[in-house]
């Protein structure tokens, strides 16, 4: 993406594989899986060679309804291809699935603000909102209205700093009004954390799959709108 204000357009390519079976592990597994076979690649695992890079994950590995599906975008495109054209074998644990049929789909996305319009999301993966700062600040909130607005906060700046990643320039406010949230304790790794289903409407546009919050490249907080 080029530097642009309040909006612009991002080319982002899903890749679906089509396993022998359903596909029983997270996107924890599907990134293990598909790192262990091709471990020259930094940008699958988000190292720049030298140590850990910050940016926003290039590429994203999600799992929904048992189907794993990995996103990409800007340098992580062509990697993206590359495995749809081998076909590796995903293995988690001691089983294998074997890749059995692959789609590969390029679209050009909208994202940031455009004007007064707004939209509708809800989560499809768990949205991982809070830090070991402001998960000790939530849960003293006794006031469900108060952790309503302290979440669209952390949603706002979560939208911000994917606008900053992409070198896209937010001038205009953004607005999030969450609707309703339901939380839950789950592992991430050998970590238990605090994930959100959330329903929520904002004037800010995200792309389908992008992931916002927290370990983004592993599936989490991924959004669908509601129409």
């Known amino acids: 993406m080029i530097r642009a204000t309040n909006n612009s357009q991002i080319h982002t390519r899903v890749l679906r594989l089509y396993t022998d079976k ?5 996107g924890s597994d599907l990134r293990r899986a598909i790192t ?15 140590g850990f890079d910050y940016q926003s994950p290039r590429v994203r590995y999600i ?26 074998c995903l293995k988690v644990g001691y089983t294998v699935y074997t890749v059995t049929g692959t789609e590969l789909e390029d ?26 700062k402001n998960y000790t600040t939530f849960m003293k909130m006794s006031s469900l209205q108060k952790r309503k607005a302290f979440l669209s906060k952390i949603l706002v700046g979560n939208f ?50 992008i992931g916002v ?9 991924v959004m669908k709108m509601v129409l």
């Open 22 to 26: 359903p596909f029983q592990g997270y």
């Open 36 to 50: 262990s076979q091709f471990k020259d690649n930094p940008v699958l695992h988000n190292h720049n060679g030298i």
């Open 63 to 88: 799992v929904i309804e048992h189907l794993p599906r990995l996103l990409s975008f800007e340098n992580g495109l062509d990697i993206v291809e590359q495995i749809y054209k081998e076909k590796p």
């Open 107 to 132: 679209r050009i996305e909208d994202i940031g603000i455009f004007g007064r319009v707004t939209y509708k999301y809800s989560s499809i993966t768990p949205w991982l909102a809070l830090n070991e």
């Open 160 to 209: 911000l700093s994917l606008s900053k990643n992409l070198s896209l320039e937010i001038q205009d406010r953004v607005n999030v009004t969450l609707h309703n949230f339901t939380e839950f304790d789950l592992k991430a790794g050998p970590i238990l954390m605090l994930g959100f289903k959330v329903n929520f409407e904002t004037n800010y546009k995200l792309p389908h799959f």
């Open 213 to 221: 919050g927290k370990l983004v490249s592993k599936g989490f907080g």
